[in-house]
């Protein structure tokens, strides 16, 4: 079955360090995965996605993420951490079979001054 | 382009009450979706939509109804309002083809706080 795991409900960096956010996935089929970021009282906004191209995949705003088929991972970095990405991120599982994508629960980003 | 639009921005409803959340897009999308987000929580599909005239529910579609009589609307009806239906929506569409899957386009959401 289908499913999206992101790991740490909540993380805290210092402006200026290392954005890593975790992301695990099941799927029986080759997926397309996504991240998406929801600023405070917005929508969802894509940030990345992953559909089979190319295993790096580079988003908006410094933020990319590796495809690991071994490890079933998509997890989101970003070199240096700015205030402005203090936001919840959401990792995302499609396939071409279904209509549907499933959301993982999210990851609140703090940014510490 | 307006993208996904949903209307009201805030509604209050007390027990009982009915309403429609509004949502459009004109991206010529022919999927749409429907989603409640929790405080705190992830987001759940309450509803969607392959195309004009045909929906389907998803995990949490008890307590509303959908329809999709044309490409560019997707209307969600609540018809007895409760307070467990307090939450977010989000509506978003999607250009789905076979063998390939593309983003999910997000709405601004609409904030529903029933009392």
């Known amino acids: 079955a289908q499913s999206v795991t992101q790991l740490g409900s909540h993380v805290s960096v210092s402006e200026g360090a290392l954005v890593l956010l975790r992301c695990n996935y099941s799927?029986?089929?080759?997926?397309?995965l996504f991240w998406y970021v929801q600023y405070p009282n917005q929508g969802l906004q894509l940030l990345l996605k992953y559909t089979s191209a190319a295993t790096l995949v580079k988003g908006i705003n410094g933020f990319e993420a590796e495809f690991k088929k071994s490890e079933t991972s998509f997890h989101l970095t970003k070199p240096s951490a700015h205030m402005s990405d203090a936001a919840e991120y959401f990792c995302?599982?499609?396939?071409?079979?279904?209509?549907?994508?499933?959301f993982g629960s999210g990851t609140r980003l703090s940014i510490r001054p | 382009n307006a993208g996904v639009t949903q209307t009201p921005k805030f509604r209050i409803l007390k027990i009982g009450q009915s309403m429609t959340l509004q949502c459009a897009q004109d991206m010529n999308h022919n999927y749409m979706y429907w989603y409640r987000q929790d405080p705190g929580m992830g987001l759940k599909l309450i509803y969607y939509?392959?195309?004009?005239?045909?929906?389907d529910k998803g995990e949490v579609p008890n307590g509303y109804n959908v329809s999709r009589s044309t490409t560019e609307d997707f209307p969600l009806r609540l018809e007895l309002a409760a307070p467990s239906q307090t939450s977010v929506y989000f509506c978003?569409?999607?250009?789905?083809?076979?063998?390939?899957?593309?983003?999910?386009?997000f709405g601004p959401g609409t904030r529903l706080t029933v009392l």
């Open positions: 995302a599982l499609g396939e071409s079979s279904a209509s549907k994508i499933i």
């Open positions: 978003a569409s999607s250009y789905h083809r076979p063998s390939s899957y593309n983003e999910q386009f």
């Open positions: 939509s392959v195309g004009a005239g045909i929906t």
């Open positions: 799927s029986s089929v080759p997926p397309y």
